[in-house]
């Protein structure tokens, strides 16, 4: 069982096709009365009706006479392309959404009929247009809309990675899933009941930008289509033209015939999507974009040199905000994580560090230390000599703290008057060593604040994991150290007690 298979069978609840589909399916499907029947289902939505008479009247297929009826719309277009214009436009309107659901139909429909309208413009230069060019491109991306329904935040990570890696989107899906947009677009459209030829299409359409169906101008349409779409939808324009100039080299299509060509695509495109209820944005011919840039730099009015000089500024400019934002955004970082008053590490910071320092020293068989300290007496210093002096002895007995303690320990503000110090790579005897010098440092220390010098001790709590006690969690490690503070404090306050895991 494939990956996609799998996926069907267990997750994704592919959507239902709009009920007037099923019936012309249903119609078509019928030899006997296929063209009777097609023609009363289409005639019974009025709208529908409309949008097949405007289009069928449109320079797209340029009728030599006026087309005012269902009838008359077959004759011209015959059965099997007025069937899939008319698919076309019920799929399109029946998914459908808004805005707020995280997809911008909009922007997918006009994209989806500039790649339908571009494969039948190129279709007709190389004399391979079927009845089913415009519905198999217009469809050929569905798969995109219903993986993201299906998994949101893994497909944007898809796209997200294909943007910064300059990858196919279609290699992406497949590394991350399994399978491409491709074949869950083919395989919704076979549930449908959509002709083989079509879905066979939307299924394979990525192959010829692999290259393996290179010099096939059937498997070049719905390529050529694509790339004809992302000129106007995409950001990277000149690429896709030069795409576009040398895949068509390859039939005799050169030249000013190649640039008529992809002008064509934007003149029609915006003839058909009013038909789909779609505004145009800012699409437009890209002979007239051209135009409108060259005019935009004769504004300018700049030399050659001028050009360089302003080009440098801009991109020294933009390397020093770029510098300069990654500066505030490591300071925002640092903030989110440090103690406003101290400057030491936060609770918040402190925990998560003790998690990752824990599970590596478990995993991995290395000791690991935990001092907890206490401010004796700290109360008394607030009572008697007001809080801003207790604040001075925190900032400075933290400053010590931070001088007394390799640069590997990470020292924390805990909470209150408790400060936290995480050991890596140390085991009890190191533990001991290190607090011992903590203690003795805050005891010998002369703490200048507005209420004169003072002196004060610490009670310490210590403990440490040692290679070979087996998975203990990060509580268990607080714990002995939180029972060695208290021990210290009960025998009397200024010294250090050691706390053991197997104590626990």
């Given at each position: 069982?494939?990956a996609l298979?799998?996926?069907l069978?267990?997750?994704i609840k592919?959507?239902?096709?709009?009920a007037?589909?099923?019936h012309i399916?249903d119609?078509?499907r019928?030899?006997d009365?296929s063209?009777r029947?097609?023609?009363?289902?289409?005639a019974?939505?009025?709208?529908l009706?409309?949008?097949?008479?405007?289009?069928a009247?449109?320079t797209?297929?340029?009728p030599?006479y006026?087309v005012d009826?269902?009838?008359?719309?077959i004759?011209?277009l015959?059965?099997?392309?007025l069937?899939?214009i008319?698919?076309?436009?019920?799929?399109a309107?029946?998914?459908?959404?808004t805005?707020?659901?995280g997809?911008?139909?909009d922007?997918?429909w006009?994209r989806?009929?500039?790649?339908a309208v571009?494969?039948?413009?190129?279709?007709?230069?190389?004399?391979?247009k079927?009845?089913?060019?415009?519905v198999?491109a217009?469809?050929?991306?569905l798969g995109?809309?219903?993986?993201?329904?299906?998994?949101?935040?893994?497909?944007?990570?898809?796209l997200?990675d294909?943007r910064?890696?300059g990858?196919?989107l279609?290699?992406?899906e497949?590394?991350?899933f399994g399978?491409d947009h491709?074949?869950l677009g083919?395989?919704?459209l076979r549930?449908?009941?959509?002709p083989?030829?079509?879905w066979q299409a939307?299924?394979?359409?990525?192959?010829c930008a692999?290259?393996?169906e290179?010099?096939r101008?059937?498997?070049?349409?719905l390529?050529?289509a694509?790339?004809?779409?992302?000129?106007?939808?995409?950001?990277?324009c000149?690429?896709r033209?030069?795409?576009?100039?040398?895949r068509?080299a390859r039939?005799?299509?050169e030249?000013?015939?190649v640039?008529?060509?992809i002008?064509a695509?934007a003149e029609?495109?915006?003839e058909?999507?009013?038909s789909?209820?779609?505004?145009?944005g800012?699409?437009?011919?890209?002979?007239q974009m051209l135009?409108?840039?060259n005019e935009?730099?004769?504004k300018l009015?700049?030399?050659y040199?001028?050009?360089v000089?302003e080009?440098?500024q801009a991109?020294?400019?933009?390397e020093?905000?770029?510098?300069?934002?990654g500066?505030a955004?490591?300071?925002?970082?640092e903030?989110a994580?440090?103690?406003?008053?101290t400057g030491l590490?936060n609770?918040?910071?402190f925990?998560?560090?003790l998690?990752?320092?824990m599970?590596?020293?478990v995993?991995?068989?290395?000791p690991l230390?935990?001092?907890?300290?206490?401010?004796d007496?700290?109360?008394a210093i607030?009572?008697n000599?007001?809080?801003p002096?207790g604040?001075?002895v925190l900032?400075a007995?933290g400053?010590?703290?931070?001088?007394?303690?390799?640069r590997t320990d990470?020292?924390a503000?805990?909470?209150?008057?408790?400060f936290a110090?995480?050991?890596?790579?140390t085991d009890?005897?190191?533990?001991?060593?290190?607090a011992?010098?903590l203690?003795?440092?805050i005891?010998q220390?002369?703490i200048?604040t507005?209420a004169?010098?003072?002196t004060?001790t610490v009670s310490?709590?210590?403990?440490?994991?040692?290679p070979?006690?087996?998975?203990?969690?990060?509580?268990?490690l607080v714990?002995?150290?939180d029972g060695?503070?208290?021990a210290s404090?009960?025998?009397?306050?200024n010294?250090?007690?050691?706390g053991?895991?197997?104590e626990?």
């Amino acid at each position: 069982m494939s990956a996609l298979q799998k996926v069907l069978k267990q997750d994704i609840k592919l959507p239902s096709p709009p009920a007037i589909a099923v019936h012309i399916l249903d119609a078509v499907r019928r030899d006997d009365s296929s063209f009777r029947d097609l023609g009363r289902i289409i005639a019974s939505d009025p709208a529908l009706s409309a949008k097949i008479l405007r289009v069928a009247n449109s320079t797209f297929y340029s009728p030599k006479y006026p087309v005012d009826t269902i009838e008359k719309a077959i004759a011209l277009l015959g059965i099997d392309q007025l069937k899939n214009i008319a698919l076309s436009f019920v799929i399109a309107q029946g998914m459908r959404g808004t805005a707020g659901e995280g997809f911008d139909f909009d922007y997918f429909w006009r994209r989806a009929v500039t790649a339908a309208v571009g494969a039948e413009l190129v279709a007709q230069h190389l004399n391979c247009k079927t009845g089913d060019t415009f519905v198999s491109a217009l469809l050929m991306d569905l798969g995109v809309m219903v993986m993201h329904f299906w998994d949101p935040g893994s497909y944007a990570q898809a796209l997200s990675d294909k943007r910064a890696s300059g990858e196919r989107l279609a290699a992406v899906e497949r590394r991350m899933f399994g399978f491409d947009h491709s074949e869950l677009g083919a395989e919704l459209l076979r549930s449908w009941g959509l002709p083989e030829s079509i879905w066979q299409a939307v299924g394979k359409h990525h192959v010829c930008a692999a290259g393996s169906e290179a010099g096939r101008p059937a498997g070049d349409v719905l390529c050529l289509a694509d790339a004809l779409s992302s000129i106007y939808h995409g950001s990277r324009c000149s690429q896709r033209i030069a795409y576009v100039k040398e895949r068509l080299a390859r039939y005799g299509v050169e030249g000013e015939e190649v640039d008529a060509l992809i002008d064509a695509v934007a003149e029609k495109t915006l003839e058909v999507l009013s038909s789909f209820d779609l505004a145009p944005g800012e699409l437009r011919p890209f002979s007239q974009m051209l135009q409108e840039a060259n005019e935009e730099l004769g504004k300018l009015n700049l030399s050659y040199e001028q050009l360089v000089v302003e080009l440098k500024q801009a991109k020294d400019k933009a390397e020093r905000l770029a510098q300069e934002l990654g500066e505030a955004n490591e300071k925002l970082r640092e903030l989110a994580f440090r103690d406003g008053l101290t400057g030491l590490y936060n609770h918040r910071y402190f925990q998560d560090l003790l998690d990752q320092e824990m599970g590596r020293a478990v995993r991995y068989g290395r000791p690991l230390g935990l001092v907890l300290i206490d401010i004796d007496h700290f109360k008394a210093i607030n009572d008697n000599h007001g809080h801003p002096v207790g604040d001075q002895v925190l900032k400075a007995i933290g400053a010590q703290f931070g001088a007394l303690t390799r640069r590997t320990d990470v020292v924390a503000r805990y909470g209150g008057e408790e400060f936290a110090i995480v050991l890596p790579e140390t085991d009890a005897k190191g533990v001991m060593v290190l607090a011992q010098r903590l203690r003795r440092g805050i005891e010998q220390m002369q703490i200048s604040t507005d209420a004169g010098s003072l002196t004060l001790t610490v009670s310490v709590g210590a403990t440490s994991y040692e290679p070979g006690m087996g998975p203990r969690s990060k509580g268990e490690l607080v714990d002995a150290a939180d029972g060695a503070l208290y021990a210290s404090k009960r025998g009397g306050r200024n010294r250090v007690s050691l706390g053991t895991l197997s104590e626990v």
